[in-house]
T-cell receptor
Framework: SQKIEQNSEALNIQEGKTATLTCNYT??????LQWYRQDPGRGPVFLLL?????KEKRKERLKVTFDTTLKQSLFHITASQPADSATYLC???????????FGSGTRLLVRP | DAGITQSPRHKVTETGTPVTLRCHQT?????MYWYRQDPGHGLRLIHY???????DKGEVSDGYSVSRSKTEDFLLTLESATSSQTSVYFC?????????????FGSGTQLSVL
């Protein structure tokens, strides 16, 4: 069956450290993968998109990698801040369509 | 929230009653989506639309129907609400001009079916 897996346990780190979140998928062949941030009581907000032919993408303190052989994406936040505390969701396309399928998300807590 | 309005924001209803949720956009985007979000399941696609009167099913479409008679409005109907449909419902839109486009989400509707 098709699955997208993100660590359901919260990631708790100290301010200033790098947070690394993982997204693994099975039985999908996505053309791209996206990462979103969701705060409590709000809708998800788009952060980054990486395509299958890209190994790495950066935006300010954010970095995403995409390994189609391992079927895995890593999402890094460097120099993390308490304001980065949120749930982070990965999403990928189903069969190169406009249907975006989401993982269940990982909650990040950054301690001051 | 990128010109997306969901209504109502909160609704409590009884089992067996029909419920309609509305998503209205002012961005003139082609694609519109309905997702539900539940603890442990994340966001699951219910239905989506790729144009006026053009819709398709998502992974959890049973018990739901949709309609899109105008570009700006996408309605989600629960014909006969059940307690398992208690959830937070999110509408999302995307331009539909190219592959890999990001979604813009509304603020969500909290639906409780008693």
């Amino acid at each position: 069956s098709q699955k997208i897996e993100q660590n359901s346990e919260a990631l708790n780190i100290q301010e200033g450290k790098t947070a690394t979140l993982t997204c693994n998928y099975t039985n999908y062949s996505p053309a791209y993968l996206q990462w979103y941030r969701q705060d409590p009581g709000r809708g998800p907000v788009f952060l980054l998109l990486i395509r299958e032919n890209e190994k790495e993408k950066r935006k300010e303190r954010l970095k995403v990698t995409f390994d189609t052989t391992l079927k895995q994406s890593l999402f890094h936040i460097t120099a993390s801040q308490p304001a980065d505390s949120a749930t982070y969701l990965c999403a990928l396309d189903e069969d190169s369509s406009y249907k975006l399928i989401f993982g269940s998300g990982t909650r990040l807590l950054v301690r001051p | 929230d990128a010109g997306i309005t969901q209504s109502p924001r909160h609704k409590v209803t009884e089992t067996g009653t029909p419920v309609t949720l509305r998503c209205h956009q002012t961005e003139n985007h082609r694609y519109m989506y309905w997702y539900r979000q539940d603890p442990g399941h994340g966001l699951r696609l219910i239905h989506y639309s790729y144009g006026v009167k053009d819709t398709d099913k998502g992974e959890v479409s049973d018990g739901y129907s949709v309609s899109r008679s105008k570009t700006e409005d996408f309605l989600l109907t629960l014909e006969s609400a059940t307690s398992s449909q208690t959830s937070v419902y999110f509408c999302a839109i995307s331009p539909g001009t190219g592959e890999g486009e990001k979604l813009f989400f509304g603020s969500g509707t909290q639906l409780s079916v008693l």
